[in-house]
C-alpha cells in the first residue's frame, strides 16, 4: 500500500507531510520517557524484521492480487505506539530514499497510513480493550486479527481520500473504494494472522515486553537476548532468503488501481514538484525496486502457478539484507538520539 508520487497533489502531498511531521515531533518528545538502552535496540531488529517482511508479497487467492504485511499493529504491541510510529517511520523513509518504493512526496501520506492509523487507532481501540490485561492465546489472537483489519481498512480509505482529495480523476471515490477496500479486507486479515503468531512467540519468551510496552514502562534490566536474537535472525533469513518467495502478483493498490481506471500505474507531472522529487530519489535510490536494475517499474507479468521452490535472486537478496542493516541503524541512531538527550535533561 505504498503510494506514488503520481497519486498526489502537492497540496494534499505537503498537507500530509506537515501531519506527519507534527505526529513524529509528538512521538519523540513522548518516547523520551520509556525510551531505555533495552528498548533502543528492540526498536532496531523489529525495523529490520518489519523492512524485511514486507518484501514478501502473498498472493490472494482467486484475485490475481497480493498483499504484504503492514507491520504498524506489531510494532505498536511490542513498542508502544509512540517508538512504534517512530519504528516504522524509519522503515519507510529507507524504502522510499534507497529503493524507491513509495515516493518522497507520499512519504508523508505512507507514515501516516501505515503508522498513524495502526497504531493509535486501531491498537489502543481494539487490540488493547480485547487483549487487556489478561492475556491468553485467544485474546491476543483476535485482538491482533480484528485490530490489524481496522488498520488496514483505515489505511486503504486514506489512501482513497487521499487521491480523491487530489483531484486524480482516473480514480474516482466510489469506484476506487469499491476496489480497495475488499482486498485489504483480505490482506488485513493475514496481516492479523501475522501479527498473532509474532506477538504470541514474545508472549512466550518475554511477557513483560507486552506489559511494559502497554503501560509505556522502561523494560529496565529485562533480558531480551532471545528476543532481540530471534528478530534478528528473521529479518536475516527473510530478507536475504525467502523474499524470493514473493508473489509477482499486484499488490492491493495496483490491484484497485487496475479495476478502477485500467491502469496499475499512473503518470506523475513532467514538471515542478513531482519532477524535483522523481530527480532526487533517483539519485538516491542505489537498489531500485529491489533490484540491480533501474527504477522504472517493468510491466507486471501474470503469475499463472506459484513457485514450486525457493528462487533466490542476488539483487532482491541484496536488497533485503542492505535494507533490512539501514533500518537497524536509522531505528537505533533514533533511539539512543532521544535516550542521550533525555541524559542531558
Not at 526498536?43 to 508479497?57: K, P
Not at 484475485?63 to 504484504?68: A, E, I, L, N
Not at 489478561?134 to 491482533?144: L, T
Request: proline letters at 5%; charged letters at 10%; a negative charge.
Amino acid at each position: 500500500m505504498h503510494m506514488a508520487d503520481a497519486l498526489l497533489s502537492p497540496a494534499v502531498g505537503g498537507t500530509l507531510w506537515a501531519a506527519t511531521a507534527g505526529t513524529i515531533a509528538f512521538c519523540a518528545k513522548k518516547v523520551q520517557r520509556d525510551l531505555d538502552d533495552r528498548k533502543v535496540p528492540l526498536m532496531g531488529v523489529l525495523g529490520a524484521f518489519i523492512f524485511a517482511a514486507q518484501m514478501i508479497n502473498f498472493t490472494i487467492p482467486a484475485t490475481g492480487s497480493s498483499g504484504h504485511l503492514g507491520g504498524g499493529m506489531i510494532l505498536a504491541i511490542l513498542l508502544g505506539p509512540h517508538a512504534a510510529l517512530l519504528t516504522i517511520a524509519s522503515v519507510l523513509t529507507v524504502q522510499s530514499l534507497f529503493f524507491a518504493d513509495g515516493g518522497l512526496l507520499a512519504l508523508g501520506c505512507n507514515i501516516f497510513n501505515l503508522g498513524v492509523f495502526p497504531c493509535f487507532i486501531a491498537y489502543p481501540l481494539i487490540y488493547k480493550p480485547i487483549a487487556g490485561d489478561r492475556k491468553s492465546p485467544m485474546r491476543i489472537a483476535v485482538g491482533a486479527t480484528l485490530a490489524g483489519i481496522v488498520g488496514l481498512q483505515l489505511g486503504a480509505l486514506g489512501v482513497v481520500f487521499e487521491t480523491v482529495l487530489s483531484g486524480i480523476s482516473e480514480l474516482p471515490l466510489h469506484a476506487f473504494l469499491a476496489a480497495m477496500l475488499p482486498i485489504h479486507l483480505a490482506i488485513g486479515l493475514v496481516e492479523g494472522l501475522v501479527t498473532t503468531a509474532v506477538v504470541s512467540f514474545v508472549w512466550k519468551a518475554r511477557p513483560e515486553i507486552l506489559e511494559f510496552s502497554a503501560t509505556l514502562r522502561p523494560l529496565g534490566n529485562l533480558s531480551l537476548t532471545k528476543v532481540l536474537t530471534g528478530f534478528a535472525l528473521a529479518a536475516a533469513i527473510t530478507g536475504g532468503v525467502l523474499s524470493g518467495l514473493a508473489s509477482s502478483f499486484p499488490d492491493g493498490l495496483e490491484w484497485a488501481m487496475a479495476k478502477t481506471s485500467g491502469q496499475e500505474e499512473l503518470e506523475a507531472p513532467e514538471n515542478g514538484i513531482h519532477h524535483l522529487l522523481a530527480d532526487l530519489q533517483a539519485k538516491t535510490a542505489f537498489l531500485p525496486d529491489y533490484s540491480f536494475g533501474t527504477n522504472e517499474h517493468e510491466p507486471a507479468t501474470q503469475e499463472t502457478t506459484p513457485p514450486s521452490w525457493l528462487t533466490v535472486d542476488k539483487g532482491t537478496t541484496v536488497s533485503g539484507l542492505v535494507g533490512g542493516g539501514l533500518t537497524l541503524i536509522l531505528a537505533i541512531a533514533i533511539g539512543f538520539l532521544f535516550r542521550n538527550r533525555r541524559q542531558i535533561m
